[in-house]
């Protein structure tokens, strides 16, 4: 098998349209791929038909609208091409009203009370810049039309609308930002995104025998096993067979789909791996994890695996995160983020940098908040995920040049020009080897992108990228309110630089982020510390972030409050179906097999004395005593978990209800926990009923 002839075999690609649509409606889908509008409905048809045909040429029965509902995974409902003209006759077709337009029964995805279940109308739209593709599974042949999903009088109901409009609005304001240096050809900026995942994979039987993995995707008991990540020799290390034949047809999937699959290795954690593909267009790349999620999961299951996207399957070891490699680039191939050789380029990628440093500072909390899901908050500011706190790493060199900026940008202006230039003839040195590498920071700059490595492995990167698309666009655009009005550009340009780099310095950190000082520091420094999701959730609602996004038409205000109700749901409804879940096991699992436990030592002791009364009994009697505090206080804390849940029917606010879960359920889970993880040291392998930490990650 060769790649080039598997990748892309199953998207409906720009080259595959060009083959297969009449000159004219390939150049109308081209106008439009590239200036954005909408098509013809004459032209829709032609292309839904050839679409259709090209698709039952690779064995695909059904289509579905592909979209991204607010469950933070995607969503397909799959319609045969079948159509019924007339009684007792049977066609395949496709039409351009199908293709475009779907309307889902939308009554049970979450909406925020945007919708009342009585309105359900939603309505999905095509994407026409993300291409369709073909997703071969148990269910046949199926063709993807990616699309948006929007209520009935127009709200986002999805995580793709806000992102294409927050693309556009980073567009329009980088063009503003790149004619001030002169440059007329530019047309279009397009945020260029790479998404590294990380991932954990286990053997299915073994899984299959722990409800907590079944039903939330971690671990919720579980004692630490002998040997963890300490000696590091699984980073890198030498993939498996199992895991490599895993691997090995993941990305022949992958690559099917157009997905650019290219690196994959062993992570830090035992058991951990990450797949990166080649960075694409901004919806796209989230697109194409959605998918490369899904893919996983599926590609697992065949191997008799089960790849665990959970942002923290494990106490103890590392967690899973989502790295989201972001840059800009123009249509005309220059990357914005790139440091440049010239120092005229290098002026514009210093007021680039600057804005960026502005933009994550004024909205460090927001930002904070797009990478809010219910597990990373097991996840960050642990002591080995990046903390809660934002901070940007920008690498001694790059340091340096801020620095050099902000203290001598304050004498006269045009002093600070020939400084600036001075300061900027170093740059030429960052390139990619010359940054050094801080895997602790939140946001690194690494060569010619920012790498935010917040977001958890199982979220998708749209409300990541929405965000720092929409925050950096309002950068760039208070930047050219003032540089497009400025008497003399080159005074003005390096005032605004300065100004940026002066205000917004806190928000540099080059240090160790996984360190206690460092939120000590940061708190000196005013950044904002959100710890748990709980803490994010009412940024989204602030008065300065509706402003902003609806500057942009990313977000209303009644969309912003529906998200943030909807999290405070999904905070409540994960934390329960947790709670209940350890209820389970630990009353149906864990205290039988200690009462056994128990009860033998008892039996051990008594048949012990009956057979020989001098000998010593001591070891039997000590575990037994110790099994039987062990066991009294699971009970106690069982018996208190299941009241704090009850406890949550008589709270009325979705806001409280998140609330007691992170102040009172999440505490208790943790307090039975102790004890039971406590026994697992104590109790005997053969008794206890589900596989360890070490069954789970050191045999795949
Ligand atoms: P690193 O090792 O520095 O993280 P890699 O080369 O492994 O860099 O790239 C990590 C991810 O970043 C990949 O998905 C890669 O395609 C992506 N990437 C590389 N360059 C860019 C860029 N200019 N913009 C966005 N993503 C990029
Ligand atoms: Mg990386």
């Not at 893919?295 to 790295?323: I, Q, W, Y």
């Not at 299941?642 to 406890?647: L, Q, W």
């Amino acid at each position: 098998m060769s790649i080039s002839e598997v990748f892309g075999a199953n998207v409906f690609s720009q080259s595959v349209m060009q083959q297969r649509l009449p000159e004219e409606a390939f150049k109308e889908v081209r106008q439009v791929l590239e200036n954005g509008g909408q098509l013809s409905m004459q032209t829709a048809d032609i292309v839904a038909k050839a679409m259709m045909e090209w698709a039952m040429e690779k064995g695909a029965t059904h289509y579905t609208h592909w979209f991204q509902p607010l469950t933070g995974t995607t969503a397909e409902k799959h319609d045969s091409f079948l159509s019924f003209p007339k009684e007792g006759q049977a066609i395949m077709r496709l039409t351009g009203k199908q293709l475009t337009m779907g309307e889902p029964d939308a009554s049970s995805f979450p909406s925020g009370g945007l919708r009342a279940t009585h309105y359900a109308r939603g309505y999905t739209a095509w994407d026409i810049t993300s291409p369709a593709f073909i997703k071969e599974q148990a269910a046949g042949s199926v063709l993807c039309i990616p699309t948006v999903f929007v209520s009935y009088t127009g709200e986002s109901l999805d995580n793709k609308t806000p992102l294409l409009h927050s693309m556009e609005a980073l567009s329009t304001q980088s063009l503003r930002l790149v004619r001030l240096f002169g440059n007329r050809r530019a047309k279009k900026a397009t945020p260029s995104v790479g998404a590294e995942q990380e991932y954990f994979i286990v053997d299915r039987q073994k899984y299959l025998m722990r409800r907590d993995l079944i039903y939330t995707g971690r671990t919720l008991f579980g004692a630490p096993a002998p040997k963890g990540q300490e000696l590091d020799d699984q980073y890198f290390g030498v993939i498996r067979e199992r895991i490599g034949a895993f691997m090995r047809e993941l990305n022949e999937e992958l690559w099917k789909m157009g997905i650019p699959a290219t690196t994959q290795h062993n992570e830090v954690a035992p058991a951990q791996h990450e797949m990166a593909p080649i960075f694409s267009t901004c919806n796209i790349a989230v697109d194409q994890n959605q998918l490369a999620m899904e893919t996983m999961k599926r590609v697992a299951t065949k191997h008799d695996l089960v790849c665990l996207l959970h942002e923290k399957p494990f106490a103890g070891v590392n967690g899973s995160g989502k790295h989201n490699n972001w840059s800009i680039t123009l249509d005309t191939g220059e990357n914005l983020l790139d440091p440049g050789e010239t120092p005229n380029d290098n002026l514009q990628f210093l007021l680039v940098l600057s804005c960026i440093m502005k933009a994550v500072d004024e909205h460090a909390d927001l930002l904070r908040q797009s990478a809010a899901n219910v597990g990373n908050d097991n996840r960050l500011g642990a002591d080995e995920a990046p903390p809660a706190i934002i901070s940007i790493f920008l690498g001694n060199q790059l340091e340096d040049v801020v620095e050099q900026i902000c203290a001598h940008g304050s004498a006269a202006a045009c002093l600070e020009g020939g400084q600036l230039v001075t300061g900027v003839s170093t740059l030429p040195v960052i390139n990619k080897d010359a940054t050094d590498r801080n895997r602790t920071s939140p946001f690194a700059f690494t060569g010619n992108k920012f790498e935010f490595r917040m977001v958890g492995s199982s979220d998708s990167l749209a409300s990541a990228n929405t965000v720092l698309n929409t925050i950096v666009a309002d950068a760039f655009c208070q930047a050219c309110d003032v540089l497009e009005k400025a008497a003399n550009f080159d005074s003005a340009v390096n005032e605004v630089i300065a100004r940026n780099m002066r205000e917004h310095r806190r928000i540099i950190f080059n240090g160790n982020g996984y360190s206690r000082e460092w939120v000590a520091e940061a708190e000196k420094r005013g950044l904002p510390n959100l710890p748990s999701m709980v803490d994010a959730i009412p940024v989204l609602t602030e008065e300065k972030t509706v402003r902003l996004f609806e500057k942009y038409k990313i977000f209303s205000r009644s969309e912003l409050e529906s998200r943030a109700e909807i999290m405070y749901e999904t905070y409540t409804k994960v934390n329960t179906i947790e709670a209940r879940t350890m209820c389970h096991m630990a009353g149906k699992h864990y205290i039988p097999s200690v009462i056994r436990f128990i009860t033998r030592m008892a039996d051990s002791i008594q048949k012990t004395k009956n057979a020989c009364p001098e000998a010593d009994t001591q070891v039997q009697k000590s575990l037994l005593l110790r099994a039987s505090n062990l066991l009294k206080e699971a009970q106690a804390q069982l018996t208190r978990l299941n009241e704090e849940i009850e406890r949550l029917n008589t709270i009325d606010s979705v806001e409280e209800m998140a609330h007691h879960c992170h102040d009172v359920v999440v505490p208790t889970m943790k307090a039975l926990r102790a004890p039971i993880d406590e026994l697992e040291l104590i109790v005997d392998k053969n008794l206890w009923p589900v596989p360890t930490y070490g069954d789970l990650m050191f045999e795949v």
